[in-house]
């Protein structure tokens, strides 16, 4: 089931803002994987309008301790999941933020598939951005006009290297006469631990 959720009615922050920016991390699996998310993510999370967790948190209190360094919280389950997180939040979002349209899902299956799986899985929602989870592993790439983007796993310990995400949506232009480079809108970046 899928959900579309508009930031500026959620957000505090005036309808005026020129930028957000959001920091991203999946496949937390706490306390499977360790006992907290690492400090240095927290500590960069401190400076970000909305933080979205692409899923597999396993319990609850991942989102309390993202809670605790920004208010505007963006959860979507995994497979890993436990049942009381499943019953909480959605398997599929879309968020609109200064007229982008951001697609959220975990994902599943094998992980050489993930793009094909998430492009299907959005086909209808004309999304600029998916962002989603499951591998592990980063990646930051354009196929097709949209950004795909995982921010790998903050707390694996057997992956080539621990990652979360920083993205910064700039304001798009409200004169559609005036063209933009929509790539040049969207700074995506994966900060390695």
């Given at each position: 089931?899928?959900?579309?959720?508009n930031?500026s009615?959620?957000?505090?922050?005036?309808?005026?803002?020129?930028?957000?920016?959001?920091g991203v991390?999946?496949?937390?699996?706490?306390?499977?994987?360790?006992?907290?998310?690492?400090?240095?993510?927290?500590?960069?999370?401190?400076?970000?309008?909305?933080?979205?967790?692409?899923?597999?948190?396993?319990?609850?209190?991942?989102?309390?301790?993202?809670?605790?360094?920004?208010?505007?919280?963006?959860?979507?389950?995994?497979?890993?999941?436990?049942?009381?997180v499943?019953?909480?939040?959605?398997v599929?979002?879309?968020?609109?933020?200064?007229?982008y349209?951001?697609?959220?899902?975990?994902?599943?299956?094998?992980?050489l598939?993930l793009?094909?799986?998430?492009?299907?899985?959005?086909?209808?929602?004309?999304?600029?951005?998916?962002?989603?989870?499951?591998?592990h592993?980063?990646?930051?790439?354009?196929?097709?006009?949209?950004?795909?983007?995982?921010?790998?796993?903050?707390?694996?310990?057997?992956?080539?290297?621990?990652?979360?995400?920083?993205?910064?949506?700039?304001?798009?232009?409200?004169?559609?006469?005036?063209t933009?480079?929509?790539?040049s809108?969207i700074?995506?970046?994966?900060?390695?631990?």
């Amino acid at each position: 089931m899928s959900q579309v959720i508009n930031f500026s009615e959620m957000s505090n922050s005036p309808d005026h803002i020129n930028g957000v920016r959001i920091g991203v991390i999946s496949d937390t699996h706490i306390p499977d994987r360790g006992e907290h998310i690492p400090q240095v993510v927290l500590d960069a999370f401190k400076h970000v309008d909305l933080i979205i967790h692409a899923g597999d948190m396993v319990g609850l209190g991942v989102i309390d301790e993202l809670k605790s360094v920004c208010a505007e919280v963006v959860v979507v389950v995994g497979n890993m999941d436990q049942q009381a997180v499943k019953k909480k939040y959605p398997v599929k979002q879309v968020l609109e933020i200064l007229g982008y349209r951001v697609g959220l899902m975990h994902g599943s299956g094998a992980p050489l598939n993930l793009p094909e799986l998430l492009k299907d899985a959005f086909k209808e929602d004309d999304c600029d951005l998916i962002i989603f989870g499951h591998s592990h592993k980063p990646m930051n790439e354009r196929i097709g006009g949209i950004l795909f983007f995982n921010p790998g796993s903050a707390t694996d310990l057997s992956a080539a290297y621990n990652s979360y995400g920083i993205i910064e949506l700039k304001k798009r232009l409200a004169n559609p006469d005036l063209t933009c480079d929509s790539q040049s809108e969207i700074e995506a970046k994966i900060i390695k631990i």
